[in-house]
């Protein structure tokens, strides 16, 4: 029998732990590309050309309370900022297991909108990857 907790994974971007998760999906990473493309001839020839864009976007939902909105921010306005971007490492590791999803290069893609709610609410982050590198082993 297997147990999951989503309590056993980090998230960390820049060197920094994100925390104070949203209710329900928290992160979510959707790949630009699939590994492949096929074409197949008349004759029934099969051609597969191997893709090698391995970007990526992540989704990461938080508290508007959590302290990593703060941290999120200022990566956000340090890549608007900077002539050339403001780049940092991105990494989701499975502490319990060996599953991880890293990218050495990743930055803040989109603030979340500003909205001003009755009820406590979630705010979501866009992340930008440019070479997602993946293992799937929990």
């Known amino acids: 029998m297997s147990t999951y907790n989503p309590k056993n994974w980090n998230c960390i971007l820049g060197g920094h732990l994100l925390e104070g998760w949203g209710d329900s999906t928290v992160i979510s990473i959707t790949k630009d590309s699939e590994t492949s493309e096929d074409m197949v001839g008349v004759d029934g020839e099969v051609v597969v ?44 590791v499975n502490r319990a297991g060996s599953s991880e999803h890293k990218a050495a290069k990743a930055w803040v893609l989109k603030a979340p909108d500003p909205t001003l709610e009755k009820s406590p609410t979630t705010v979501t982050w866009k992340i930008r990857m440019a070479n997602l590198k993946e293992t799937h082993a929990e």
């Open 49 to 92: 050309g191997i893709v090698h864009d391995n970007r990526a976007t992540g989704e990461i939902t938080l508290m508007r309370t959590s302290p990593s909105n703060k941290i999120l921010s200022d990566l956000y306005n340090a890549f608007k900022d900077s002539p050339n971007g403001h780049y940092v490492a991105f990494r989701l």
